[in-house]
């Protein structure tokens, strides 16, 4: 909230009639709205359609980019996938679970945000998106998946919410594949050591996550390509070119 704002509400305070105190709510909300947009809610950043892959022009390209790279990455599979039921957790407004639709019979997307929920089913009626309150517990059976994906999900959360959220994966795949698309370059942004309401980006290196994932075997990877990372890193480590790692797991 700004300043000038709380200024305002305080002085209208004085005055007490009815229509005043509706005026007052009124612009709280407002100005709470605002404030939550900018910086997010105690406990958690919000993310919006903008803030998911770049804006604008550099969405487009990311998103090209990151649809030949996921399907590539699943049609080079040794001995192929055969897939009925495969889901994303934390979908945003669907732009990756689209590429999946066109490895499985039902794709279904998961994600915490009502406007981004919205947005992806006018956007991609052909999955099936639900709202959920965590990632960390979906309303779906023990091995109701045959593969379960992130995208740049879990290198926004702490470690204590990346361990419980692959531990939801684990249990709704039961047998079958998980894969990771996150940041593996070893560059943190953002307020790590904060309580969750900051934007955090964590790179974890491969060996944390074939830790995390024991006893899933690491199958494959692939490097997912700068595009404006490698401008976003440039002050913090140099020699850092990629934006992230495509990691296939599976259990037998
Ligand atoms: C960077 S976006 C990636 C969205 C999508 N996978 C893509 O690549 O377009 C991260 C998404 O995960 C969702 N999410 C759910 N739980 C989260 C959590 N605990 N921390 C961070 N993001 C979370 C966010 O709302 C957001 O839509």
């Known amino acids: 909230m700004m300043r000038d704002d709380q200024g305002l509400i305080d002085a209208i305070e004085q005055l007490s009639s009815e229509p005043l105190q509706l005026l007052i709510k009124a612009i709280r909300l407002k100005v709470t709205r605002r404030a939550r947009r900018s910086v997010?809610?105690?406990?958690?950043?919000?993310?919006?359609?903008?803030?998911?892959?770049?804006k604008g022009p550099e969405s487009i390209i990311r998103t090209y980019v990151d649809?030949?790279?996921?399907?590539?990455?699943?049609?080079?599979?040794?001995?192929?996938?055969?897939?009925?039921?495969?889901?994303?957790?934390?979908?945003?407004?669907?732009?990756m679970s689209l590429v999946l639709t066109e490895f499985a019979d039902e794709t279904w997307g998961f994600e915490r945000e009502t406007h981004l929920v919205?947005?992806?089913?006018?956007?991609?009626?052909?999955?099936?998106?639900?709202?959920?309150?965590?990632?960390?517990?979906?309303?779906?059976?023990?091995?109701?998946?045959?593969?379960?994906?992130?995208?740049?999900?879990?290198?926004?959360?702490?470690?204590?919410?990346?361990?419980?959220?692959?531990?939801?994966?684990?249990?709704?795949?039961?047998?079958?594949?998980?894969?990771?698309?996150?940041?593996?370059?070893?560059?943190?942004?953002?307020?790590?050591?904060?309580?969750?309401?900051?934007?955090?980006s964590i790179g974890r290196q491969i060996p944390t996550w074939e830790e995390w994932m024991h006893p899933w075997r690491l199958l494959k990877t692939q490097v997912r390509p700068s595009v404006f990372e490698r401008e976003a890193y440039a002050n913090i480590h140099k020699e850092v070119n990629d934006a992230g790692t495509y990691m296939l797991f599976r259990n037998d």
């Open 40 to 54: 997010g809610v105690p406990g958690r950043f919000i993310f919006h359609s903008d803030t998911l892959a770049g």
């Open 67 to 95: 649809h030949n790279g996921l399907r590539k990455f699943l049609s080079e599979v040794p001995g192929g996938l055969k897939l009925q039921r495969v889901s994303e957790l934390g979908c945003g407004y669907g732009r």
């Open 118 to 200: 919205q947005m992806a089913q006018r956007l991609v009626p052909e999955v099936r998106f639900r709202n959920v309150g965590s990632l960390a517990s979906l309303p779906e059976g023990d091995g109701s998946f045959d593969l379960a994906m992130t995208f740049t999900v879990l290198m926004h959360m702490t470690d204590t919410d990346v361990k419980s959220t692959l531990a939801e994966m684990k249990r709704i795949v039961g047998q079958g594949h998980i894969l990771l698309m996150e940041k593996t370059e070893p560059v943190d942004l953002g307020n790590s050591e904060g309580n969750g309401s900051d934007w955090i």
